[in-house]
């Protein structure tokens, strides 16, 4: 009797696993992204210094530039522009540039217009500030129930999200407008220090010291002669 053989299947082979030639063309493909990656970046940054560099001479027109767009609310956040986000747009000199402008104007009238900008940009945020306090119009929101009703509720994020806005901006108020509205607001008092001035002064006190001892002699003569007086009045109704 014949035993009959099973017919034979094409088993598919295994494919092979990856040799060391393919292992290396990865990470040389890898090596050549990452050094097209970084040549990339070194000519955006060379071309940001090259564009810098042009701006390095003082123009009127871009400083005044500079401080129009300090007071100017982003468009796209509603939020206030920091002077680095302004000197951090294209075509705008360096922060150590801008601050050295105001350095070598001896006139100091670019460092006047500056403080106005800054007295400008504090106000409004002083008025922003009391614009978020007043906003209600997210403090509510709708809260459906287990039963699919909806009923108001506190959104509590709105609220500590206000909170903190508004710590925020008076924090800032208070050290760089601390005389106007910072807690303590503090006097200045300027004195001439010359040796003129120390020598008149000198002179002053010492006159108000001669005065103050003449008039303390005077109240003692006063008070000796009423004593006196009151003595012989009693010596008067004794007799």
Known sequence: ??????????????KPPATGKRTQSAKTKAAATKKNSLEKGVEEVARIIEERKKQQRFSPELFLTILDEWLKVDEETGEFRTLSDVLRLPGMPTRATFYRWMAEDKSGFLSELYNTAGQAHMDEMHDER???ARDSS??????????????????????LRSQLIIKSIE????????????????????????PEALEELAKL????????????????MLIAQEVQNMENSNEEIYN
């Open 130 to 132: 009391i614009r978020v």
């Open 171 to 194: 924090w800032t108020l208070s050290r760089l407008g601390r005389n106007t509205y910072g807690n303590n607001i503090s006097v200045e008092t300027k004195v001439d220090a010359s």
């Open 1 to 14: 009797m014949e035993v009959k053989k099973p017919p034979r299947t094409n088993k598919a082979k295994s």
């Open 205 to 220: 006190g010492a006159e108000n010291r001669l005065q103050a001892a003449r008039k303390a002699q005077e109240h003692r």
């Open 138 to 159: 997210t403090d509510i929101v709708m809260k459906e129930t287990s039963d699919g009703k909806l009923i108001p509720d506190e959104n509590v994020k709105s609220v």
